[in-house]
């Protein structure tokens, strides 16, 4: 059975950082393209970051110079360290993994608040 168990949330304040972490089990992370969407109150899942199974992450441009995502292979999990936070960073954010055409496998979300 293939899990994705996200940690790390929490409320933080604009300009703090948080970091997340994801934990997955049944799967091997680095034989996947993996990473994390977001999807904020009232609006669509979109793209954070990703990384493929070899080569280095891309971003999204609202992640860009602030979010680093790294993945440690031999604990099987993915993070997102999260800087410079913004209120528009609130949201449920995902943790996934599969392919660019299709993320096949999703955790169940850590929610992030970021208050002004």
């Known amino acids: 059975q293939v899990q994705l168990m996200e940690s790390g949330g929490g409320m933080v304040q604009a300009g703090g950082s948080l970091k997340l972490a994801c934990a997955a089990s049944g799967i091997v992370l680095r034989a996947y393209v993996s990473g994390w969407y977001r999807q904020a109150p009232g609006k669509q899942r979109e793209l954070v970051a990703t990384?493929?199974?070899?080569?280095?992450?891309n971003y999204a441009d609202s992640a860009k110079g602030r979010f680093t995502l790294s993945r440690d292979d031999d604990k099987n999990t993915l993070y997102l360290q999260m800087t410079g936070v913004k209120p528009e960073d609130t949201g449920v954010y995902f943790c996934?993994?599969?392919?660019?055409?299709?993320?096949?496998?999703w955790g169940q979300g850590t929610q992030v608040t970021v208050s002004s």
């Open positions: 990384i493929p199974t070899g080569g280095s992450p």
């Open positions: 996934a993994a599969g392919s660019y055409s299709e993320m096949v496998y």
